[in-house]
């Protein structure tokens, strides 16, 4: 059974920078694209990121183009999301998912994990 574990998130001040890690068990990481998705309090999940199996094709939320940075890292079966210059706006609990291509990874295939919170203060 596949399972996403999400981490790094916390309270930071706008400005400043975090690093999210996305862990994978029970699938063979390196075979799927990888997507990092926020929900902000009553709002809908939104796609924040994506990056494919090799991690030469990535695609953002024009929200966020220039100041987060989706990688991975195959040998540890591990995505990550480097986020600076945050903004209160970017307030949310941030979600990793799957898909078996890069175009398909705004509507991803796998389970959804428990998130992680990202709080930016004013």
């Known amino acids: 059974q596949v399972q996403l574990v999400e981490s790094g998130g916390g309270l930071v001040q706008a400005g400043g920078s975090l690093s999210l890690s996305c862990a994978t068990v029970?699938?063979?990481?390196?075979?799927?694209?990888m997507g990092w998705f926020r929900q902000a309090p009553g709002k809908e999940r939104e796609f924040v990121a994506g990056?494919?199996?090799?991690?030469?094709?990535?695609a953002y939320a024009d929200s966020v183009k220039g100041r987060f940075t989706i990688s991975r890292d195959n040998a540890n079966n591990r995505a990550k999301l480097q986020m600076n210059n945050l903004r209160p706006e970017d307030t949310a609990v941030y979600y990793c998912?799957?898909?078996?291509?890069?175009?398909?990874?705004?509507?991803?295939?796998?389970?959804w994990g428990q998130g992680t919170q990202v709080t930016v203060s004013s």
């Open positions: 029970g699938r063979t990481f390196s075979q799927y694209a």
């Open positions: 998912n799957s898909a078996p291509r890069v175009w398909e990874i705004r509507t991803p295939s796998g389970p």
């Open positions: 990056i494919s199996w090799s991690g030469d094709i990535t």
